[in-house]
């Protein structure tokens, strides 16, 4: 079954704490891209990252904090500096030459209390 | 940057009947205007998409056309059935050879009445 894996689907945190939200594709895509979806709102780009080693912010990334150690790889961390982490968090990826479509994961909805 | 905007907010159409969805972008550069559909609690899924050198694409029950002058592109559903109930959103980028950054529009609901 191939494409991008999100996990865990739900997750619940204590605010103060940090929390590490995790994206595999088994696509060969070389970007990857994370989201954020608030309710009856469009999606907002956090960080993207074109090649391993290498990642750029996005519209909205105070807060947040990215790696790209493994092509396959690009976990989120929300950090407790984020005044609004609860959303539901959303990983994509694409070629970077060529078909330029964006796929997306099934998403985790983050829960900070 | 750039700036996308969608309407309506929400539709609501029998079976049968068509559903149209348009937005508007700011940034002339903008090359590619994805569409997709997303059901409750998970994520977006490409439906279509249209590149600034074509008008008009169609696949099946769904086309989109592209008006480059005046920075608008709209979603066509035709023969609407139950299924065709989601969120539907549309997107822009200027994409081509990097990670395509998409800005987003707010969403369209799409409800689809027996």
């Known amino acids: 079954d191939g494409g991008i894996t999100q996990s865990p689907k739900y997750l619940f945190r204590k605010e103060g704490q940090n929390v590490t939200l995790s994206c595999e594709q088994n696509?060969?895509?070389?970007?990857m891209y994370w989201y954020r979806q608030d309710p009856g709102q469009g999606l907002r780009l956090i960080y993207y990252?074109?090649?391993?080693?290498?990642?750029q912010k996005g519209d909205i990334a105070e807060g947040y904090s990215v790696s790209r150690e493994k092509k396959e790889s690009f976990p989120l961390t929300v950090t407790s500096a984020q005044k609004n982490p609860t959303a539901f968090y959303l990983c994509?990826?694409?070629?970077?030459?060529?078909?330029?479509?964006?796929?997306f994961g099934p998403g985790t909805r983050l829960t900070v209390t | 940057g750039e700036n996308v905007e969608q309407h309506p907010s929400t539709l609501s159409v029998q079976e049968g009947d068509s559903a149209v969805i348009k937005c508007t972008y700011s940034?002339?550069?903008?090359?590619?205007f994805p569409w997709y559909k997303q059901e409750l609690g998970k994520g977006p899924q490409l439906i279509i998409d249209i590149r600034s050198n074509v008008g008009e694409k169609k696949d099946q029950r769904i086309a989109v056309t592209l008006n480059k002058t005046a920075k608008h592109f709209s979603l066509h559903i035709t023969e609407t059935q139950p299924e065709d109930s989601a969120v539907y959103f549309c997107?822009?980028?200027?994409?081509?050879?990097?990670?395509?950054?998409?800005?987003f529009g707010t969403g369209t609901r799409l409800q689809v009445t027996l």
């Open positions: 696509l060969n895509h070389d970007a």
């Open positions: 990252s074109q090649i391993v080693n290498d990642f």
């Open positions: 940034d002339s550069a903008s090359n590619y």
């Open positions: 997107a822009a980028s200027k994409g081509s050879g990097t990670a395509s950054k998409l800005t």
């Open positions: 994509a990826s694409s070629m970077t030459s060529g078909s330029v479509e964006q796929y």
